[in-house]
């Protein structure tokens, strides 16, 4: 067991051995992060096409750009930053996808037989109608669990910038999911 435990490598050895031309070890990042940063893509693409898309963008460019990897963060945050600049690329190439506004009587009388699908359905309809920016930020901080400090560093913005949008955000999505709230019990 202790030999199998010495051939795990960290995230910046599997970097390091793939400038160095080990022609496995960017697989071997890749697949570590892979299911994470396809929902991360999904989410703020909106579309699993454009998700797939710009996963494979992100990754072509940390696998060419690996040099330029400037150790001032993470790995993990890396990759992040640039599968999101890479997500926010294209969505604001592709400006196709108009959102619409949350039907409020459907929000309002919604009974269901399986309350946390449907809910976790009707939160992701939500998060997906905030604007892009506003989005990115609430996802990185409150689904992706980032500091605000990471996040200011991933989405290139000073970190004001990362707290406004998350507020605004919030606030957007409380107000969308108003109708979710429990009645209070006297």
Request: include cysteine.
């Amino acid at each position: 067991m202790g030999e199998f435990a010495e051939q795990i490598r960290t995230d910046e050895q599997l970097l390091a051995a793939h400038i160095a031309g080990d022609r496995f070890a960017f697989e071997e990042l890749f697949h570590r992060y892979e299911a994470q940063l396809y929902r991360l893509a999904r989410i703020i693409t909106r579309c699993p096409d454009d998700a797939r898309d710009a996963l494979q963008e992100a990754m072509l460019s940390a696998h060419c750009n690996a040099t330029g990897f400037r150790r001032d963060c993470t790995v993990k945050s890396w990759l992040h930053r640039i599968l999101v600049n890479a997500c926010l690329d294209r969505l604001r190439r592709y400006r196709a996808r108009p959102t619409a506004p949350l039907d409020p009587y459907t929000a309002r009388h919604a009974r269901d037989p399986i309350p946390r699908v449907d809910t976790a359905i009707v939160v992701e309809k939500a998060l997906l109608r905030l604007p892009i920016d506003q989005r990115a930020a609430v996802v990185a901080v409150d689904m992706q669990g980032f500091s605000v400090a990471e996040t200011a560093q991933l989405l290139g913005v000073p970190e004001g910038t990362i707290k406004s949008r998350c507020a605004r955000g919030r606030a957007k999505l409380a107000a969308a999911l108003k109708p979710l709230q429990a009645p209070v019990a006297r």
